[in-house]
């Protein structure tokens, strides 16, 4: 009976062990040399290398000063704080009031007449309290999509001691051109200077509620330069309007709307814009974080990217 | 002493018998997994970065041929302007695309199956498809109103043996049956192919054309074909359990979870390595082709282990 009962038990084992086996092969995913697949996290594809953004950010200080108003704080301005406003190296909101969003109050009335008002402001608040701060000074309205890493990539090539100023170059109102507001434009701190003393010496008046034709009016006046915002290949990182409005590829046509302020020839369909694009405009809250994702989150594993400036080959058909 | 053994031998016996039984008892108990099921889990995560570091080269490049794609996407003259965005876009990723239409349009070319049924139209272009592989053993089947990134499903698919069965994408339940949704497009093995045009010579169990008045959609009809092939759906997910596979548009899914916190819409939305969305429009598209392949922030440097070339002639990525 002891032997019968060894042997029952012996071989109840056996089977058991042998159903156990069988589990654990299912649970390992079979491929070819059986490599076993760790359970364990890790699969977040971390950034491996984000030094050479991060030296830029040092070496590049921004400062962004967003236009908005009370109205838009929660339907709009929340975004920009939510999304790419923590990459400034200082960001302030500036608003009729102030507030704990936080906003900085420029005491001037709201209303599109103002616009131009707001921004004399925020450039002399700027100036008489970050001065110092920041290299370069950036406008951007409560709708613009800004990719700061981009906006430093461009400017680091360039000396903020100079008088220059940057962004969406437009033909007409002013004679050597102007920037687009919308798509946001960038002074050195030459230009932040020298647009302050305008005003201070009255070279420069509030002439205009129309902001950007103002400043560059003013800039012109104060013998501030028109950069050149287009990367090496000739698109254009800086935009008035969504990436929907270039990037379809259309038939030969002539230019609509709201192509026809554009300085340089402009370009339709996938060649209209770099792959460091700077910024977009007529942004809405759900296009902010959708942008944020595609530039920031979003990618194809693996995946060589046909343009890279400061590589020694910046051939695109270089495969 | 040979009583002793066998006894011995009669206990041997006795508990095998008694195994036996019990393992009979409990496949019965499982009904739905049938013999050909090697693999349990109904959740279908990449490798590890981790293990991903470990491999040598040359499996490496053994990986990247084998992770090779078809894609047959399944298109009508109706939806033209879908059909031609994905030409001109994400299906230049593939390693061979072919278009399967029910009619042929003058404007794009496609292989001309001149079937009204979709699911025999899908039968029509599985089977021209396997017979087409070449060496390809993965294949993956979409709608032009599909945007899929196929970098991010040869990384999702990348440790695993195409010679086994595999059904991958968003799954969704139907009563007993586990399917693939067909809007967030449908990966399949060589094997689960093979496996499935053996299934179409079993009209009673995989009918070309149903006899019931009402139509099962084709999605559910290859997966119940599949499922008696002895292959089953399986989520595709990221590390953190996130989808891959998305039946909806990027804006439709974070104006989803923009309500709560609008500071975690992003986080909550979807994963980086997401490989579908669904239900965009043709602009929304060539803009989502500039966002996936080329928009970045400069300075964010990615050391992924495997490579994968732009394709050749292509201005857009």
């Known amino acids: ?159 903020t001691e100079e008088p220059l100023y940057f962004g969406r170059r437009f033909t007409p109102f002013v004679a050597q051109g102007y920037m687009s507001g919308g798509a946001g434009y960038v002074l050195s701190k030459e230009a932040l200077r020298r647009f302050v003393k305008g005003f201070a010496d009255g070279l420069c008046t509030h002439n205009t509620e129309i902001e950007d034709i103002g400043l560059g009016k003013c800039m012109e006046t104060m013998k501030v330069q028109l950069g050149d915002s287009r990367d090496v290949l000739g698109r254009q990182t800086f935009h008035p309007y969504p990436p929907n409005n270039y990037l379809p590829r259309q038939l030969p046509r002539p230019r609509p709307w709201y192509l026809l302020y554009e300085h340089y020839h402009p370009v339709e369909g996938p060649g209209c814009c770099s792959d460091l694009a700077i910024s977009f405009h007529y942004i809405d809250a759900v296009q902010m974080h959708t942008l944020e994702y595609y530039t920031y989150h979003l990618r194809p594993y693996g995946y060589k990217y046909r343009f890279n400036p400061g590589e020694r080959s910046e051939n695109r058909n270089n495969n | 002493m040979m009583s002793e053994g066998s006894s011995f031998m009669k206990g041997m016996i006795l508990g095998g018998i008694f195994c036996l039984v019990m393992s009979f008892f409990e496949t019965f108990n499982s009904g739905t997994h049938s013999e050909g099921h090697e693999h349990l889990h109904h959740h279908l995560k990449p490798v590890s970065k981790d293990e991903l570091e470990k491999l040598s080269e040359s499996q490496m490049s053994d990986w990247t041929l084998q992770v090779r794609v078809y894609c047959l996407i399944m298109v009508t003259p109706k939806l033209l302007v879908h059909w031609a965005t994905a030409n001109d876009t994400w299906s230049k990723h593939c390693d061979k695309s072919v278009f399967y239409t029910s009619e042929s349009s003058k404007a794009l070319e496609a292989v001309d199956l001149q079937e009204q049924d979709e699911w025999a139209r899908l039968r029509k272009a599985i089977k021209h498809a396997y017979e087409n592989a070449g060496d390809l053993r993965w294949f993956f089947v979409a709608r032009p109103t599909t945007f899929a990134i196929i970098e991010n499903l040869k990384y999702l698919v990348l440790d695993k043996d195409p010679s086994q069965p595999f059904y991958i994408g968003h799954t969704e339940k139907s009563g007993e049956l586990d399917y693939v949704e067909y809007d967030s497009g449908i990966v399949l093995s060589y094997e689960a192919m093979r496996r499935l045009i053996g299934m179409f010579k079993d009209e009673d169990r995989c009918p070309e054309r149903g006899h019931a008045l009402w139509k099962t959609p084709e999605e559910k009809q290859l997966a119940t074909c599949l499922k008696y092939s002895g292959v089953f759906a399986e989520n595709g997910e990221d590390a953190q359990g996130k989808g891959l596979f998305n039946k909806k548009s990027v804006s439709s899914l974070i104006s989803d979870n923009m309500g709560q916190n609008p500071a975690d819409a992003v986080e909550a939305c979807c994963s980086d390595m997401a490989i579908t969305f669904a239900g965009m429009s043709p602009s929304q598209m060539q803009v989502l082709m500039y966002g996936v392949y080329r928009l970045r922030p400069y300075g964010h440097d990615f050391h992924d282990s495997l490579t994968f070339l732009p394709p050749k002639d292509s201005d857009n990525d």
Not at chain 1, 18 to 28: D, E, F, G, M, S
């Open chain 1, 1 to 159: 009976m002891y032997d019968l009962s060894n042997g029952g038990i012996c071989c109840v084992l056996v089977l058991l062990i042998h159903q156990k086996r069988a589990l654990w092969v299912t649970k390992l995913v079979p491929i070819k040399g059986s490599l076993s697949v760790s359970k364990l996290n890790s699969n977040i594809l971390i950034v491996k290398n984000r030094r050479a953004a991060l030296d830029l950010s040092q070496k590049v200080r921004v400062l962004c000063w967003v236009m908005t108003q009370p109205q838009h704080l929660k339907s709009r301005t929340q975004h920009i704080r939510a999304t790419w406003g923590k990459r400034c190296n200082i960001v302030l909101y500036m608003s009729s009031e102030a507030s704990d969003f936080p906003t900085v109050g420029l005491n001037v009335l709201e209303g599109r007449s103002q616009l131009y008002w707001k921004t004399i402001r925020a450039f002399q608040h700027i100036h008489m309290h970050h001065l110092d701060d920041a290299d370069w000074f950036l406008k951007a309205d409560d709708d613009t999509f800004v990719v700061l890493e981009n906006l430093r990539y461009g400017l680091s090539k360039h000396n």
